[in-house]
């Protein structure tokens, strides 16, 4: 439901990969799949600073979160710059499917922000309308489209590093989430929502079924 990344910016060790000697690597698609992943990244620092609720200092595991996303940026910044691939279609749509998910969230939950991941705080109400009718957790779903783009644009298995950890931290966070259901009032309710509704997929039964219910 809450956010994963942490503030970003372009390394000056890594801008000689993007415009000195490898220039000829980054051509018009690799910049724009790098200015379309800057726009998500940045959007996910925005939500972290401007949007999430917070008392105090940032929980330990967004912390970690926050890192390791700055670092996994800074990765694929680098490996766009000195190998990027040669198909950026894909990665392309991912982050505009990415940028679009998010902002839907954003705007949704504009009225009642949730808070940071892996906070303590026990939910105050159950969200189940807008991009919640998709996926109980679209924000991390939302980040997971980015960082898959990451990897499809920079070729190689090192490249898949940080999909893999980002989705197992998100899955973590997701995971201490739905448990604070259990000490709320609406936990029966969160239950049957759970039924029909995937964590970060939609599952085809449960949107069959709103559909009908519409």
């Known amino acids: 439901m809450k956010v994963g990344c942490g503030g970003w910016l372009l390394p000056a060790c890594l801008q000689s990969n993007l415009v000195g000697k490898d220039k000829a690597m980054m051509d018009w698609r690799s910049w724009v799949v790098l200015l ?43 490996g766009l710059g000195t190998r990027p691939g040669g198909y950026q279609l894909m990665p392309f749509g991912l982050c ?77 966070a997701a995971t201490r989430e739905e448990a604070k259901f259990a000490n709320c009032a609406s936990d029966r309710e969160y239950q049957a929502y759970r039924l029909h509704t995937g964590m970060f997929f939609p599952l085809l039964t449960g949107l069959r079924r709103k559909e009908d219910q519409a």
């Open 36 to 78: 379309a992943g800057v726009a998500c990244f940045g959007s996910f620092t925005w939500a972290v600073k401007f949007h999430f609720q917070k008392s105090g200092e940032s929980p330990r595991g967004m912390q970690a979160v926050s890192v390791l996303s700055v670092v996994a940026f800074a990765w694929f910044i680098y």
């Open 96 to 172: 505009a499917l990415s940028l679009l998910l998010f902002w839907w969230c954003i705007l949704h939950t504009r009225p009642k922000p949730f808070t940071l991941a892996f906070s303590q705080d026990l939910p105050a109400f159950l969200d189940t309308q807008g991009p919640y009718r998709v996926a109980r957790h679209p924000f991390y779903l939302s980040y997971l489209l980015f960082w898959v783009a990451t990897a499809l644009a920079v070729p190689g298995a090192l490249s898949w590093v940080a999909p893999v950890i980002m989705g197992a931290l998100y899955t973590l």
